[in-house]
């Protein structure tokens, strides 16, 4: 049998990989996080991150695609309705992989792979702005400085100048 062009190989062949991934993005999409090996949640992440890429898109075409792999038509239509409009500002990472310690039959390396639904952190897109506008401000901040610097050398000329008045009336 030959071996997928790249990853681990999860199955006999190609075709049973894929329909392994299918069947676990489905069993993902209905229960938000599922308990596997490690090896088969690594290989499920882009995988079930590209279908909801799809999702994101909503129109028909894309719906059609995922129908191709997934064929519950419920889990279809969570997917696009439920999970699709609560990663819609994320721009990527709606997975996520959590070791848990080996199994205790076979001592295979376990993991929990779950949906992050959570809604971006206002926060971080604080922090990107800010980020941005300093950068984009930095140019414009370095002339403002050269201005006070050079009105702060008028001051400091201003009052020696005073001073030494001061101390000429006072002779």
């Known amino acids: 049998m030959p071996t997928p062009a790249k990853g681990p190989r999860l199955g006999g062949g190609a075709a049973h990989e894929r329909l392994m991934l299918a069947n676990l993005s489905?069993?993902?999409?209905?229960?938000?996080?599922?308990?596997t090996t490690l090896t088969k949640a690594k290989r499920l992440s882009p995988y079930a991150e590209?279908?909801?890429?799809?999702?994101?898109?909503?129109?028909?075409s894309s719906r059609r695609r995922v129908l191709g792999l997934i064929?519950?038509?419920?889990?279809?239509?969570?997917?696009?309705?439920?999970?699709?409009?609560?990663?819609?500002?994320r721009d990527g990472g709606y997975t996520r992989i959590t070791k848990i310690g080996n199994r205790k039959g076979d001592n295979a390396p376990m993991a929990v792979i779950e949906l992050v639904l959570e809604p971006v952190s206002p926060k971080q897109a604080v922090v990107k702005e800010a980020t941005a506008a300093a950068a984009k401000a930095a140019p414009v901040e370095e002339?403002?400085?050269?201005?006070?610097?050079?009105?702060?050398?008028?001051?400091?000329?201003a009052a020696v100048e005073v001073e030494e008045a001061a101390a000429q009336e006072t002779k």
């Open 143 to 157: 002339a403002q400085v050269e201005e006070v610097v050079e009105t702060e050398v008028v001051a400091e000329e």
């Open 50 to 60: 590209r279908l909801v890429t799809f999702a994101k898109r909503g129109d028909l």
């Open 71 to 89: 064929s519950n038509k419920g889990i279809v239509h969570e997917l696009f309705t439920d999970i699709a409009k609560a990663v819609e500002n």
């Open 26 to 35: 489905a069993a993902l999409f209905e229960h938000k996080r599922i308990t």
